[in-house]
Nanobody
């Protein structure tokens, strides 16, 4: 059974930092890409970042480039999202998703993030106060 469990959310002031973790189990980690999504109250879900565990390639939505860093610890089957310089607009429920993925050059991580994942965690809430 595939499981994705997020942790690390909380309340932080503008300009602060948080690190989210997504612990994965039940699948061959190297065959998957894992992405972070967020959903703010009253807004649609947004793909924030994604990493391919097979080759380490990454994707970031423009609004977080330079502030967020995604990384993978394949030995621990865990994906991290380091979030710095947080803004109130970063507030939302953050959850990770996973899907089988190999970078063949025709279908990139941005495409995968747009199309959505096959497996989802339940999320962790982040509130950035102004």
């Amino acid at each position: 059974e595939v499981q994705l469990v997020e942790s690390g959310g909380g309340l932080v002031q503008t300009g602060g930092s948080l690190r989210l973790s997504c612990a994965a189990s039940g699948f061959t980690f190297d065959d998957f890409a894992v992405g972070w999504y967020r959903q703010a109250p009253g807004k649609e879900r947004e793909g924030v970042s994604c990493i391919s565990n097979s080759d380490g390639s990454t994707y970031y939505v423009d609004s977080v480039k330079g502030r967020f860093t995604i990384s993978s610890d394949n030995a621990k089957n865990t994906i991290y999202l380091q979030m710095n310089s947080l803004k109130p607009e970063d507030t939302g429920l953050y959850y990770c998703g996973a899907a089988v993925y190999r970078n063949d050059g025709d279908y990139g991580l941005e495409d995968l993030v747009r199309d959505g994942m096959d497996y989802w965690g339940k999320g962790t809430l982040i509130t950035v106060s102004s």
